[in-house]
Every structure is written in C-alpha cells, then in structure tokens.
C-alpha cells in the first residue's frame, strides 16, 4: 500500500509562490507515474502536472504552463510542484496521486487513472 503525504500549502498573495511536496512510502516510488491534481470550491478535480517514473516526460495542463514546474527526487521518494505567479484561480486543495503501476509511461490526465492520493494540502491565493 502506498501513503501520500503532501505538504507546503498557504496563504499567498497573488504573484507569489509557493512549493509543493508529495512525500511517498510504502510502495516503489520511483516506478510510479505521479500526478498533481487540485480541486476548488465547487469544481470538479483537475489534472495540474505529471510525470513518468525516470522524470524525463512531463505533462502540464494549459492553464499552469510556464507557471509551474513538477519534478522528483526517487532517491528521497518525493515529488514537488513548485508553483510562481499564483493568481486567485490557482485556489484550491493539491492532492498528489501515484499510478502504482510500474514502469507505465503514461501519461494519465484523469484522476481516474490514478490508484493512490494523498489527503491534500491547501493553497490560498486571496483576490
């Protein structure tokens, strides 16, 4: 069974940044396909970044392209997201998911595809 915790959400003011960790155990971290996901106040869960296992292929939606950066650490089992320019819209609770199959290249764009989450971490951005 694989455990997702995330960490180093907040209160931001808009043009800042902040930076995402999703710390992984239990399972082959560095087999996994990850994903960051973020659901708002009333919105459905939406597809934020991914990366396949070796780091080398990278998925951005189009609304946080050029913004934010997703990468991974295998050996410290940790993925980050680090996040400039925030605006109001970027508002929402970031939930990290693992594939938890190994070696999938992906990529995977649907929540549905993902087999593990974390519990999430607030990010604030006040308008």
């Known amino acids: 069974q694989v455990q997702l915790v995330e960490s180093g959400g907040g209160l931001v003011q808009a043009g800042g940044s902040l930076r995402l960790s999703c710390a992984a155990s239990g399972g082959t971290f560095n087999r996994y396909f990850m994903g960051w996901f973020r659901q708002a106040p009333g919105k459905e869960r939406e597809f934020v970044a991914a990366?396949?296992?070796?780091?080398?292929?990278?998925y951005y939606a189009d609304s946080v392209k050029g913004r934010f950066t997703i990468s991974r650490d295998n050996a410290k089992n940790t993925m980050y997201l680090e996040m400039i320019s925030l605006n109001p819209e970027d508002t929402a609770v970031y939930c990290c998911a693992a594939d938890g199959r190994e070696y999938y290249s992906g990529p995977y764009y649907s929540p549905r595809d993902y087999a593990y989450w974390g519990q999430g971490t607030q990010v604030t951005v006040p308008s």
């Open positions: 990366i396949n296992w070796s780091g080398v292929r990278i």
